[in-house]
């Protein structure tokens, strides 16, 4: 079932979104050579609690930190620890915050100094992905709307469409209904309406779509350790089509 916020709900995820905008912001200046991926959590930690919210990674499903940090060919939940960010690399930085009980979540890919012509390539288009099916959210339109214009777009540029990972829904549980591929054909899936709360993430690979999970339970890589990039919003659908609870704060969005 696919929930309808009211307009208190709405609210909370609002702040929850402005929340996780400001934790991104206050981390990419951070994001430098020599930095290790457990100080920018702790740094992400301690930013998020003294604003009066949750780090609502941390504990969830065991999972031991409060941001995914997730390196190169890393594709998402990179467990922050003592790596120490290279010139050259790139870093996911993705994040649950919670405020008084509703969730807000978005993904941004950084890059670490200088990167090279193919990791500019990644995330310029994989950022343009996310509002290639932004462009989907109006009501009326369907899920699979969303799924077939990121899928094409990704193709469109040589790049491969990871499919066991998505977007979804997001409100008082980090991960509601409904699932949302980042492939498949349009005119399908359920209908948006206003007040539904959902969160898109294209996560695409320089090289082949094959995935595999480390021994730690957590960190997904790309089998050919091409580099992949991943880009969330977390969006309101509105009665003319959606509103970001997420902008980038550092690129003047909303
Ligand atoms: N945005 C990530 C997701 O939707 C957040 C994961 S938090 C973790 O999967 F605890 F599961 F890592
Ligand atoms: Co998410």
Avoid at 102 to 130: C, F, P, R, S
Avoid at 185 to 197: E, F, I, N, S, T
Wanted: net charge negative; with cysteine.
């Amino acid at each position: 079932m696919i929930s309808i916020k009211n307009e208190k709900e709405i609210e909370l995820i609002t702040h929850a979104g402005y929340l996780v905008s400001l934790t991104h912001q206050y981390l990419k200046k951070f994001i430098k050579e020599g930095i290790t991926t457990k100080q920018l959590d702790k740094l992400a930690h301690d930013f998020i609690i003294e604003h009066d919210a949750i780090p609502s990674c941390l504990g969830y499903e065991s999972y031991p930190a409060s941001i995914c940090t997730s390196v190169n060919d890393e594709i998402v939940h990179g467990i922050p620890g003592d790596y120490s960010l290279k010139n050259g690399d790139i870093i996911t930085i993705d994040m649950v915050i919670g405020y008084k009980g509703y969730q807000a979540d978005a993904a941004w890919t950084y890059a670490v100094g200088q990167i090279n012509e193919k990791k500019q390539q990644l995330l310029k288009y994989t950022e343009e992905a996310l509002y290639e099916g932004l462009k989907q959210v109006k009501p009326g339109n369907r899920i699979g709307d969303i799924s077939n214009a990121i899928e094409n777009y990704a193709h469109d540029h040589q790049l491969s469409v990871v499919e066991e990972l998505g977007g979804h829904g997001i409100g008082q549980e980090m991960h509601e209904d409904p699932w949302i591929p980042n492939f498949g054909k349009k005119h399908v899936g359920p209908r948006l309406k206003p007040g539904m709360v959902i969160c898109i993430e294209p996560m695409l690979n320089y090289g082949k779509k094959d995935i595999y999970q480390m021994p730690d339970g957590w960190t997904i890589k790309t089998v050919d350790q091409q580099p992949s990039a991943h880009f969330e919003h977390t969006v309101l659908v509105t009665d003319q089509g959606y509103k970001i609870l997420t902008p980038r704060l550092d690129k003047n969005e909303n």
